[in-house]
């Protein structure tokens, strides 16, 4: 027997991999049955990655991981409700950073809303502007089934961008009963379709050339890229490059430029060149701020402006003219930031192999800025809002794209996200949580509200220490579990395969 809903809802999915789009993510519910069944037929053949987890926050964050490293949209699945008001939290850092990400929100028809029906809310208009595309689809019903291959190629193209950086769309697809049935299968709908491989948007070709002199710096905050590294070399000039941002590497890279901007070197400064979007020093945007600013347009974060003052700006800049040695000279006599965070982060950022690294906010991408040895490595960080949640289940979707992560996180971080260490159902992945532990929010004590409380009140609502026991946290939900006083031990646990802990006491 076959049902529109089902029809419909093998389409869809069918018609999503035939465009090219393989990672689907799944969480359980009724209203989403037919597409569930379309994506685990699709699974079973082989033709779709399909990830099945329980809380649709933890799904999306983890959807969120995985884009970030394959730059492919990820699809995540849910049933209506609450369901969807879970993705909320991912949907916004995809859209601030430029992530890829399509919605099927499976929903009750129009006619329910606003009249009492269970787990029935305005889907529509939850996410605000965060969507790249919204498109409410009436339910497929006997002899009128919407068209899902125009919905998908909508999709698809809005989530890649173009004219505005990629982003989170929505589908929101509603549903009348019969809501499911075993016919037809999805295999069947995607072996009648042409398979092509996803089509991402063109890079532009627009530029303009930039002076620079000794008195001009590159920034290369959190998606900056290889383009930073190339003018800052073929220029001769300083490269202030966040962990993040993908430039910190090179004959150019400094390593505690951070430092620097405090001595009267900073006073030299008259003109910046930024790529990405830097966010971790006060030093660099009070420098952005007082500067003359000339702006790479950036494919994932949009158009960064922070003082108001860019007066120029263009998909590809040009440097015209080499500064003198001496200038890049002075800004390599800082030496890396010593503490027991900076030691931390450099045995992780120094450790053989090629294992993507994932920092999470807060205190520690702070000291890894001002102590990393600028040397090529893949690293994640979700500068798009800054935010301490979704960092485990982030760092599990980037493990899935196939090289296995290790994320840098706080204590706090960690209990924050550390529903989604429940890996049932999930491959054994290399997932190494590594956890700098100072009891609660370290960070707070270097803020300007340190100086107005007394220190009670100030561990009350800053820095929640915790004692969480994480040993039973990883017992619990079947991680391996290791204690690290020092380098010794934190290199020795390094070495371990699977989904594992390191607690390494600060
Ligand atoms: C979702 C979210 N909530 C709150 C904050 C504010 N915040 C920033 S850092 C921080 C504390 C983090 O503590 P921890 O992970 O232990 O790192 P530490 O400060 O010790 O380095 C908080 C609550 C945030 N960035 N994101």
Redesign the pocket.
């Known amino acids: 027997m076959t049902t529109p809903s089902q029809q419909f809802a093998a389409s869809v999915v069918a018609e999503l991999v035939a465009a090219g789009v393989k990672n689907f993510y799944l969480a359980p519910g009724a209203r989403s049955q037919a597409l569930a069944i379309a994506a685990g037929q699709l699974a079973g053949a082989g033709k779709l990655s399909l990830t099945v987890r329980l809380d649709e926050r933890s799904l999306a964050f983890t959807a969120l991981g995985r884009a970030m490293s394959t730059a492919e949209p990820s699809v995540i699945i849910t049933t209506s409700g609450t369901a969807v008001a879970n993705l909320h939290p991912a949907i916004l850092e995809a859209h601030h950073s430029g992530v890829p990400l399509i919605l099927l929100t499976a929903d009750r028809p129009a006619e329910l809303r606003g009249i009492g029906a269970n787990q029935t809310t305005e889907q529509i208009g939850m996410f605000g502007n965060a969507l790249r595309g919204t498109h409410d689809v009436p339910a497929p019903r006997p002899g009128s089934t919407p068209s899902a291959k125009d919905l998908v190629a909508t999709a698809i193209s809005q989530s890649l961008g173009g004219a505005k950086p990629p982003g989170p769309v929505q589908l929101n697809l509603q549903f009348v009963e019969p809501l499911s049935s075993s016919e037809p299968s999805a295999v069947k709908v995607l072996a009648g379709l042409e398979k092509r491989p996803l089509e991402f948007p063109a890079a532009s070709e627009e530029q303009i050339e930039i002076e620079v002199d000794n008195h001009t710096v590159v920034i290369a905050g959190a998606g900056a890229g290889p383009a930073a590294v190339r003018f800052a070399e073929k220029a001769n000039l300083p490269l202030f490059a966040e962990p993040s941002s993908g430039a910190r590497y090179g004959s150019s890279a400094i390593t505690n430029y951070v430092q620097g901007l405090t001595t009267e070197l900073a006073g030299e400064i008259r003109r910046v060149v930024v790529f990405g979007k830097p966010t971790l020093s006060r030093g660099v945007i009070a420098l952005i701020k007082n500067s003359s600013v000339y702006v790479a347009k950036s494919a994932n974060y949009g158009n960064f402006d922070i003082g108001k003052n860019v007066i120029a700006t263009s998909w590809n800049l040009i440097p015209k003219g080499v500064a003198e040695k001496h200038w890049l000279d002075s800004w390599k006599e800082f030496e890396p930031l010593s503490e027991p965070r900076a030691t931390l982060s450099q045995a992780i950022w120094n450790a053989p192999g090629s294992t993507p690294i994932l920092i ?5 991408i702070r000291v890894a800025d001002s102590c990393l040895v600028p040397r090529p490595k893949t690293v994640f960080s979700s500068r798009g809002l ?4 979704g960092s485990v289940s982030t760092a599990i979707g980037i493990a899935q794209a196939g090289a296995g992560v290790r994320a840098l ?5 960690l209990f ?1 996200d550390a529903g989604s260490m429940n890996i049932s159902g999930l491959p054994n992945l290399n997932v190494q949580l590594i956890i ?1 532990n ?1 009891s ?4 707070f004590r270097k803020l300007e509200v340190a100086k107005n409380i007394s220190p009670e009140m100030l561990s009350q609502l800053f820095l929640t220490p915790q004692e969480i026991d994480i040993e039973k946290l990883c017992e619990a939900y079947g991680w391996q579990y290791f204690a690290a006083v020092n380098l010794t031990e934190l290199n020795e646990a390094m070495k371990a395969d699977g989904y594992v802990v390191i607690d390494y006491k600060l």
């Not at 999470?360 to 520690?364: F, K, L, M, R």
Request: charged share 20%; aromatic share 0%.
């Open positions: 999470g906010a807060s205190n520690i800054s935010g301490i949640d996180i706080g204590d706090l971080t924050h700098g100072d609660g929010g370290e960070i």
